[in-house]
């Protein structure tokens, strides 16, 4: 029964995992595993939920999420008509991938970057080429990116897991010379304080991602956008299709964005801060942390498996990686194997770190 299932899928979905990353789990006391808002989610989205109408569940919320369009526009600094918005940023990635490469087509993305670029390439029957990230800056490789000829380029930045910036140098190379459409994913950049969404639409070629999930704290409700010309914007909701995103979240969206980027704006600024701390904290301990411009930071370190294990038996969840390509000295000499921790409040890092200097010692 089972293997007869398994014949009738599409051949190419064999080998694409179901994704399962490393270190995620929720019975910790303390998860530091994903890259979320550890202080919480904004107070006037939890109010809009709190009070929902009855209508909001009962009934449809607009095709394409076209209320949240305007605020969304005003906050990213471009127009309504260059807004697609999605079930989270990775709703947005994975209609943009099929949007603009047909099967066969190739989507080059830095290694390592965000693992769902390389499993929704080819849950939609493309081709992902992966180019490492090279020196003690995780500098990105524009030109081996370019020197893929992809109909499609990934960037990252703040680049998850690693941490780092893309350089303008690299971004800019990529635009300039890309041959179809380029994605930059700025999941952080409240983080960074860099954008690139407010020349995206001028550029004609490119898209960029952002998200309620990170800085706002709202990531179980699940929308994402993407900012790029009404043109592209319009391809993405073909491949998307209608009523992506739930008629709730577009409340507790829309109340954020009228009332609560304050409390974002405060939010990013204590885990910029701690960030800073954990980074120095890291060094004393004598590991060698990437230069982080987002709200976690990543530590390739051997034995980073049985690090992150003791970690979990004492209570504290971390995110695992293992066999990470790349040609940066600090990866190399950990054999591919980092930890990637979230910043939140101070009283939760100091417990992550005094439990991951207890599992060095
Ligand atoms: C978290 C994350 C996303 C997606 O988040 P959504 O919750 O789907 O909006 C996209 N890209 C990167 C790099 C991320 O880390």
Not at 257 to 262: G, Y
Not at 321 to 346: H, I, Q
Request: hydrophobic fraction near 45%; charged fraction near 20%.
């Amino acid at each position: 029964m089972t293997t007869a299932m398994i014949d009738l899928a599409r051949p190419d979905y064999r080998d694409i995992p179901v994704y399962s990353p490393l270190g995620s789990d929720a019975s910790c006391a303390v998860d530091v595993s994903d890259t979320v808002n550890l202080w919480g989610a904004p107070p006037s989205a939890l109010r809009a939920l709190v009070e929902l109408p009855a209508d909001a569940v009962a009934r449809y919320g607009a095709l394409y999420a076209t209320g949240l369009k305007a605020p969304l526009a005003a906050y990213a600094g471009v127009a309504p008509d260059q807004i697609v918005i999605g079930c989270g940023s990775d709703d947005v990635l994975d209609c943009a991938l099929r949007a603009f490469g047909e099967p066969g087509a190739t989507v080059a993305h830095p290694a390592p970057s965000f693992s769902m670029i390389p499993a929704y390439a080819r849950a939609n029957g493309m081709t992902p080429a992966a180019v490492p990230l090279a020196g003690d800056d995780y500098a990105v490789d524009a030109d081996g990116l370019l020197a893929t000829g992809a109909r499609v380029i990934y960037l990252c930045s703040p680049n998850n897991p690693t941490s780092t910036r893309t350089s303008r140098e690299a971004v800019l190379r990529v635009v300039e010379r890309a041959p179809g459409l380029v994605i930059i994913d700025e999941a952080y950049a409240e983080f960074a304080g860099e954008s690139y969404a407010a020349q995206a639409a001028g550029w004609g070629r490119v898209l960029v991602t952002r998200t309620m999930s990170k800085a706002f704290g709202m990531a179980g409700l699940r929308v994402g956008y993407g900012v790029g010309a009404a043109s592209i914007v319009r391809e993405i909701e073909k491949a998307r299709g209608p009523y992506k995103t739930t008629a709730p979240a577009e409340r507790a969206v829309a109340a954020a964005l009228a009332h609560d980027v304050p409390w974002m704006q405060s939010r990013v600024r204590d885990a910029v801060a701690n960030r800073e701390r954990l980074l120095a904290a890291l060094r004393a301990l004598g590991l060698r942390p990437a230069p982080s411009a987002a709200n976690f930071v990543f530590v390739p370190t051997p034995g980073a498996a049985a690090l992150a294990r003791r970690m979990r038996e004492m209570g504290v969840a971390v995110r695992l990686f293992t066999g990470l390509p790349g040609d940066v000295p600090a990866l190399r000499d950990a054999n591919g194997e980092a930890l990637r921790l979230a910043v939140g409040p101070w009283e939760t890092m100091q417990t992550v770190l005094d439990v991951l200097e207890e599992a060095l010692g």
